[in-house]
């Protein structure tokens, strides 16, 4: 099996900046897109930003030019960099991996999530 483990959450003031990380391990054969989720209080879960394999990224609007993702293949690790954070930024942030594990055969893991709260 895959397992996800993120790091890098925590409490940080409006205009301020936070990096997140997401480690990949199992019995992996092929990652093909990395991405990073969240779900704000009250609010549906959301996109905030994916790689492909072939290092392609896309971003949700309210986050473009300020959030930027990047990823490691040999590392199997998958990160973001959030700058000028807003409070609307708060939410539980979840690292989503769709990978072909040891049956070969592709599924979505996500890790337990890392909160981020953006706030004075």
């Known amino acids: 099996q895959v397992q996800l483990v993120e790091s890098g959450g925590g409490l940080v003031q409006p205009g301020g900046s936070l990096r997140l990380s997401c480690a990949a391990s199992?019995?992996?054969?092929?990652?093909?897109?990395m991405g990073w989720y969240r779900r704000a209080p009250g609010k549906q879960r959301e996109l905030v930003a994916t790689?492909?394999?072939?290092?392609?990224?896309n971003y949700a609007n309210s986050v473009k030019g300020r959030f930027t993702i990047s990823r490691d293949n040999a590392k199997n690790t998958v990160s973001l960099q959030m700058n000028s954070l807003k409070p609307e930024d708060t939410a539980v942030y979840y690292c989503?991996?769709?990978?072909?594990?040891?049956?070969?055969?592709?599924?979505?893991?996500w890790g337990q999530g890392t909160q981020v709260t953006v706030s004075s």
């Open positions: 989503n991996v769709n990978a072909a594990g040891i049956s070969l055969a592709r599924y979505d893991y």
């Open positions: 199992g019995s992996i054969f092929s990652i093909y897109t």
């Open positions: 790689i492909t394999s072939g290092g392609s990224t």
